[in-house]
């Protein structure tokens, strides 16, 4: 535990788990998601205010369903388990489970006793969402209904002596209503958290620590201009100063003017030791003739490190590698053996074997809403904290084919049109990614008197929370149609726009 004040969420394999934990931390309640699996024993230790039983596909009657120590219910903490939870709940303390013949799922109205310290302040009905099959038919001795819907006798029951709350709904998700005051009922009336969970508290609390750990060490760091990156490197920095060194690998197939513009944030503004490593040529000479998209980003992925690690050799001596690893990116599986540790998925994964004493990681426990609050408490400017995801091959995989320069200025001349005009209608903070792509393509088009064969360039825009799955963005056409126009007009060899109107799956985000 990294917070003096914390609540467990303890996962069966639900869905919506780091959903849970992100609708805590938002209310100011630090939570940690852990597997099923912890013991009484080590919850105890931790000094947990509060624990939360996720939801779970699983019915708790099934043989290897994801059961949790009994005795977590008589460690005097208050436990608030929601629909898997709520029904693994009942099952274990001596309630009835059933299942029904229907599943009910979707926005249900149900109904509420709001003398229920958990249902304080609200109306005695609202929607929220179901999504079961499995239902409580009785409720544990010493526990009491709280609320009904149509086809649930048991929506909500609680055992107030001993702290024991369940639902059979979704409070985290949206569609419920009055899903968060719910949720904070728990924190605050049952749990009797403070709310000490800000992030200018944290900025604070990590620079202290950063300094506590490298001393006066040094420490590096490759910095793409991402928001977790910049975030995790301006904390280093308010930590330890000059003792940072930040290498900026300009592989020069980055945005148009990004590659500036990270260096007058990070160099002018906070006056940070930065190299920027101009390598463009490098990375073009490697890439001569390569279409295929793997071997695109293999290649940039092995030239990044080792341009990186020809940069640190200049420097000397380097105690610890700063990474801006996020929450999401190392949380357990619920119900996996061993912890899933996703792979950094970001620019070229630095070679393990350099030789550095330690990692410093000061994002690894926050959420990317979190980081980006931080980001703005430490003074970076809104369009960095509020940029987009980029590719670490960044256009290498947006020009279909082999790359050349000539391709590379058109597509960045496209795609900052594309850009421009989607900030100026005000629809940046609602299309999750969006870019230009050099589709290979040629096609006749005429212009003035004259017939043209020229290229394609096509535009993709999505709307996702999590990048697994994502719709295309439904831009307004009188917006489309002057993006359009202007890149016709103002980018050379372009003779066609299209914009790409497929969801992932059975597309991907990217094109290649
Ligand atoms: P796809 O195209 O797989 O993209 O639907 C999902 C998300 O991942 C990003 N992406 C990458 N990021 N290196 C990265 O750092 C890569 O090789 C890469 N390929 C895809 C993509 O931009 C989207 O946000």
């Known amino acids: 535990m990294i917070h003096n004040e914390a609540v467990l969420i303890l996962d069966f394999g ?47 009657y099934a043989e290897d369903s994801p059961i949790c120590d009994k005795k977590v219910f008589e460690l005097g903490i208050p436990v608030l388990g929601i629909c898997y939870g709520a029904q693994l709940m009942s099952y274990s303390l001596g309630g009835k489970v059933q299942s029904s013949e229907v599943r009910e799922y979707g926005k249900t109205p149900v109904d509420f006793q709001t003398t229920s310290l958990l249902f304080q302040g609200l109306e005695d009905r609202s929607d929220c969402w179901m999504s079961h099959t499995d239902y409580i038919s009785a409720v544990p001795s010493g526990f009491k209904i709280t609320a009904t819907s149509g086809n649930c006798p048991v929506a909500a029951m609680e055992n107030t002596e001993k702290g024991l709350y369940a639902l059979q709904f979704h409070p985290e998700v949206e569609h419920s209503v009055r899903g968060n005051e719910m949720l904070r009922n728990f924190l605050y009336n049952v749990c009797k958290c403070s709310g000490d969970w800000v992030m200018s508290s944290f900025a604070l609390t990590t620079i202290e620590q950063i300094k506590a750990t490298v001393g006066d060490k040094k420490v590096i760091c490759a910095l793409s201009g991402g928001v977790d990156s910049s975030v995790a490197a301006l904390l280093v920095h308010k930590a330890i100063g000059k003792n940072l060194t930040c290498i900026f690998v300009d592989h020069g197939m980055l945005r148009k003017n990004e590659g500036d513009d990270v260096e007058r944030v990070f160099r002018n503004q906070f006056d940070m030791n930065l190299i920027r490593v101009n390598a463009q040529e490098r990375f073009l000479t490697k890439l001569a003739g390569v279409d295929e998209p793997e071997k695109k980003r293999k290649i940039i992925g092995e030239e990044f490190i080792r341009v990186f690690e020809e940069e640190a050799n ?32 970001n620019v070229g994964g630095l070679p393990e074997d350099v030789g550095f004493t330690g ?106 929370s999590d990048f697994m799955t994502a719709d295309w963005a439904r831009i307004p056409y009188d917006l489309l149609a002057k993006i359009s126009s202007r890149i016709i007009n103002e980018v050379k060899s372009v003779n066609r726009v299209v914009y790409d109107i497929t969801s992932k799956p059975p597309a991907t985000i990217e094109w290649e």
């Open 314 to 345: 200049k420097i000397g001596h380097v105690d610890f590698l700063c990474q801006g690893t996020i929450y999401p990116d190392v949380v357990e599986s619920g119900v996996g053996d061993a912890a899933v540790i996703k792979s950094h998925h």
């Open 359 to 464: 990692i410093v990681e000061p994002l690894r426990n926050l959420f990317k809403d979190e980081v980006r609050r931080v980001g703005l408490e430490l003074g970076i400017p809104a369009p960095l904290v509020w940029r987009q995801p980029f590719p670490g091959p960044g256009l290498a995989i947006r020009i279909m084919g082999e790359i050349t320069s000539e391709k590379l200025e058109i597509l960045k001349d496209a795609d900052a049109i594309f850009r421009e005009e989607i900030v100026e209608a005000g629809m940046d903070r609602n299309i999750n990614q969006y870019f230009a792509v050099l589709t290979g393509i040629k096609s006749v088009g005429v212009m003035g008197d004259g017939r043209t064969y020229d290229n394609t360039i096509a535009l993709r825009g999505v709307t996702t």
């Open 14 to 60: 639900g869905q919506y788990s780091q959903l849970i934990a992100r609708r805590v931390r938002d209310l100011n309640v630090y939570c940690e998601i852990k597997s099923y699996k912890t013991t009484a024993e080590q919850i105890s230790a931790a000094g947990y205010k509060g624990i939360i039983f996720s939801g779970g596909p699983n019915s708790v």
